[in-house]
């Protein structure tokens, strides 16, 4: 038996539902159900004598919004997607599209560590700081409620190539501070195959606002033809680029001689993540090169010239 306040009604056999009962099952506060009521993502309820009466509908819009918020989106987008909804358009194929997308992209799976096991393999020494930059990195999640203390650890691969690298020798701080510039590098190689991609395959399918939910269905299908190329164009150039760049490395630090640069001959220098980032809000990310190739070079200029003036003035009070 439901309770009064969610109890039901007589004439349609429906669960009717008072504010607070919709609240408790839909996990939103009785604030945030009438604020989405004021923004028009929720329907206004039935007015029965001096109540107001929610139904089921209500708490499936609820539960939709709730997870298309945990998806990244936005409230204005989902009131678009939601009124394409109300007014017939299909929200299925949308959803789908937007399920595709949020999907796994590799096949690994998540996996669960004890504290005590983790810090066995890191060297047995508790280290609170490199468990909360672990945290903050997303490469251990905090599991609450566990009797004692365990992480889900998003990527065991990842987790276990830092295990490698610190048995190698590398410091903690190196390991982490590593992941955060490589993470910067990879966001943006992702960023420019999703650019790549929308040009050339899913403009199409997004000419309308929201996507009418055959074309996002198409999209969806097409997700899943291509979601593998990204991770195998990457992981094919990385070969590539360290064979190329082990050897050349290899060979340097097995010469005699210290390395000599051509003047034709480019150099691969790295620059923090921070100054790349700052870089890339001024120019976007098109131009980071050359912003730092023309920012470098009136850098030489500048100190040539001043080099030139003060040799200027050392000889000219030698002539005096």
Known sequence: ?????????????????????????????????????????LPRPERRGRSNVYGDAHLARLHQIADLLDRGYTLASIKELLEAWDTGRGLGGVLGLVAEVHGPWTDEEADRISRAELDARFGGTPDEEAIREAVELGVLERLPGAEAEEYLVPSPQELAVAAELYAAGVPLAAITGHLRELRDQVEHIASRFLEFTTEHVFARYLEHRPPTDADAAEAATMVRRLRPLAQQTVDA????????????HLQIHLSPDPPRVEDDQARVVALPAGTIRAVQ??????????????ATEREVKKRTLDALASNGLINNELAQ
């Open 1 to 41: 038996m439901r309770s009064v306040g969610a109890g039901l009604s007589e004439q349609s056999a429906q669960p009717e539902y008072r504010i607070e009962d919709l609240a408790h099952h839909s996990g939103a506060t009785v604030r945030t159900i009438r604020a989405y009521q004021d923004r028009g993502l």
């Open 237 to 248: 150039e990385l070969a590539r680029a360290m064979r190329l760049l082990a050897t050349r």
């Open 281 to 294: 809000s001024l120019v976007g990310a098109e131009g980071v090169e050359a912003f730092i190739a023309a």
